[in-house]
C-alpha cells in the first residue's frame, strides 16, 4: 500500500492494543491508584431535593466529626473561583446562568453539591455528611420538558426569564410546497430516554496546590487536560504555565469526562485554600446525580416522498430538555443541534424544516455523549423511512437505494448545510445485503411467522461527524483547540519517542499513533514510545473528543515524523557524503536508495549526533528532536458513514427482545489498524444496543431519580449481545495525507435506529408500532395492547 508517496508497513495492520498487557496484568496507572502525601478526601453533602431555598445549614457537628479536617460552605469556597457561564457565541439567542461551586441560596436538582467535607478518609468524610444539619424550604419543581415550555411555567434556574435555553430554525425556501404537492406524508412522535455514562472508571481527581510555588498539579481521569489546564488557570487565578493537568489511564469517558463540573472544581479551590492534595472519586450512586447525562428529546416528525418512493423533504421539531444549567465550556445545546442538522443526512432530499428547542428543568444536565445527537437523527429519519416503505409496498432496501446521494454524486452539500467530501452509502448498503444474506433472512422471517414466532430485520443507514476543525467550538469562543501537536526525538538507542497532544482512553490512540510513526521512519511499531495526557511533557492540543484521534492527531504524528525524517537523512548525507535524496529509512537503518545498500543503523547516526556532534562537518544541524502542530483546514468536517442491520426476536408473551446478530459496514476513510477499528465499532454498537432497550434514567413527577444504582439502571452485559459482523468501505479523506477520517462514534450512530426498525418489522403482523426508546417488555407490552405502558 501506498501513501501518497511511499509505500507503508505497519498502517493498515491488526496490531494489539499496546496498553492492553499491563491493564490485564492489573498494572492500569489510574487517578484512584495514586496516594500523595498528607492527602484529603473529600464527599459532599448534596441536596436531597430538586428544587427550593435554603434556610439552614449547620456545619458544627461536622467539624467535630472524628477524621475531618475541614467542611466548606458555598461562602468558604465560591469567592475564589470565578462562575462559570455556558454560551457559546455561534448559538444566537442562548441564554445560561452562571455556575458555582456549591449551592448558595438554592438547589436545582436532586444531588446538587450543597456542602464539602474533607477528611482523612473518604468513610470519615461521609460520616461527617451526614452530621450536617441542612434545611431546605421545597419549591415547585420543572420536571417535564414540555410543561416548563409552557408561557406560565415555573422558572427551573432563578435569574432567567423562561426556561427556553435555546431556539433556532433551519429551513429552505420550497420546504413548504414540497409538503403541498406529496403523494405521500409519514409521520412520527418520537420520545428517547435519558441515559449516563456508567464508565468503567468513575470520575476522579486529585488537586495539589504548592502554596510555596504557586503550582497547581492536577492529576484528572479527563480527556482533555488542555481544556482543564486552560479552565483551571482562568477560574482560579493562575498563570497557565503554573497549572499541570495529568491524565494518566482513563477507564472510560465517552464524552462524559469533558465537562467541568462542582466537585473537580471543588477540589481545586480546597486545595488552593489548604496547601493540601484534594481527592474526590465518585461513587457509583452519586455519579448517576451528578454526571452528565445523555440525550432526552421529544420530537415530532414528517416526510414527504413523491409516489414513486423518492424522499423530498422533512419537517422536525425537537424539544430537548437539559437540566438546570447548560454544561461547560461546550453547552448542552450541541446535542439537539447536531441531531436537527443529521436528520436526513444520507439522503438526496433538498427541502427540510427543523426546529429546535432547548429547555432547563431541575434535573442533572444533559450534555455530550458518544455519537453526540447522531441516533436521535438516525433513529427518527430511519423510522420514517421504513413507514414510507411499508405505505408504499417498498422492501427497505430497495427505498435506500433509491435515496441516498449516490456514490459519485460528491462533493454534496445536505439540505441542512452540512458540506460532505466524499461518502460511499451506495457501496455500504451493497455490501451489507450480501454479507447479511439478506434474501435468506427475509424468506427465514416469513416461514417462521407461520408458526407464532416473530422475528424482524432493521436498517438504518447513518452519516457520523468527525475531525471538527476550529469552526466547531473556536468559533463559538470556547477556548478549546482545533489542533494537535507532536514532539518526536530520535534517542541515542535509535528508538523513537512521540509526544502527543491527543490523548488515550482505551481505544488504541498510542497504538495506531506509533504505527503511523513506525512508517514514515522506518522503525517498527515496537520502536516508537508514546506519551500522552500531561500538559507539561505533551504539546498543546485539543486532545481526543470526535474521532479526532486518527484524523487530527494521526496527521499530526504523520507530518511530525517526515520533518524528523527530513532531519535524519540530512545528517546522515552529512556523515555518508551522500545527498540526502538518495537515501531512505527502512528497518532501523539508513539505505541507498539506488543500490539497496544497509548503509548505517539509525542507533549509530543517533550516537555520534548525540555525543559526538563535533565530528560532523561545521555547519551541519545536529538536533534529533522536531516539533509539528496541525489544525484542518479543508471540510469543517470529515464526515464518515456507513449503514447497520440488526436481526432479532420477539416474544410476544413476554415482551422480551432477543438480539440474534447485528452487521455493519462502515466507511471510515483509511484504516490504520483494522483489529482496533473493529473494537470501537463493537463497542459502539452495544452503547447504542444499550439506550435502545436497557438503559434509562427514569424521574417521578417531583425530579426524583428513582433508579440511580446498578441494581435497578440496567446495562448491557455480554450474554445478551449478538453477533456483530462487521465489514469496511475505505473512502479516504483527502484532506489530509494520512486520510483517516474516525470511527469511534460510529456503532453507536446507527444501531439504536436499526434495533427499532427491527422491533417494528417484527410488531408489523400484530399492528403494533413503538416509537420510544428503550424499548422494554413493558412498552412493548403496551403497544401490542397488554398491560400500561
Known sequence: MMLHDRPVRHIGNAQRRDNALRHLSGRGNYVTDLHLPRMLHAAFLRSPMARGRITTLNIDEAMTSEGVVKVFTAQDLNPICTPWTSNLEHFSGMVSMPQNILADEHVLWAGHPVAMVLANSRAAAEDACEKIWLEIEEEEVVADGKLAMEAEAVIATPGLKSNVAYQTVLQTDDVDQVFAGAALIVEGEYQFGRHTAVTLEPRAIIADFNAATKQLTVHHGTQTP??????????????????????????????MKLHVYNEEMGAVAASILLGRPIRFVADRLESFVSDIHARDHHITAR???????????MQVDDLAPVGAFSAYPRTSVIEGNQAIRLMGAPYKMRDYHGRLSVVYQNKVQTSQYRAVGHPIACGVTEALVDKAAQALDMDPFDIRLRNVIPDDAYPNTSATGYRFEKLSHQECLTKLYS?????????????????GIYRGIGIAVFVEITNPGAAFYGVGG????????AVLRLTPGGDIHCSISVTEQGQGTETIIAQIVADQLGVAPENVKVTTGDTDHTPSGGATWACRGAGIGGETALLASRKLATQILTIAGAILQTSPNELILRDKAIFEVKTNQRRM??????????????????????SLTVAHHFAPTGYPFAFTNGVQASYLEIDTETGLVKLLKHWVVEDCGRIINPLLVDEQIRGGVVQGLGPALFEECLYDEMAQLTNGSLADYLVPMAGEMPDIIIGHVETPTEDTILGAKGVGEAGTAAAGAAVMNAVNDALRPLNAIIEQTPMTPARILAALGIGEK
Request: charged fraction near 25%; hydrophobic fraction near 35%; glycine fraction near 12%.
Open 478 to 485: 470556547a477556548r478549546i483547540s482545533a489542533q494537535d501537536g
Open 435 to 451: 454479507m447479511m444474506g439478506y434474501e435468506g433472512l427475509r424468506q427465514e422471517q416469513s416461514e417462521l411467522r407461520k408458526k
Open 226 to 255: 488542555f481544556q482543564f489546564q486552560d479552565v483551571y488557570s482562568r477560574h482560579f487565578g493562575l498563570p497557565d504555565h503554573k497549572v499541570r493537568v495529568i491524565a494518566p489511564d482513563v477507564g472510560g469517558s465517552f464524552g
Open 601 to 622: 543503523e539509525l542507533a549509530e547516526l543517533s550516537r555520534i549526533a548525540t555525543y559526538r556532534p563535533d565530528t560532523l562537518p561545521i555547519g551541519t544541524d545536529s
Open 303 to 313: 416526510m414527504a416522498l413523491d409516489d414513486k418512493g423518492t424522499v423530498l423533504g
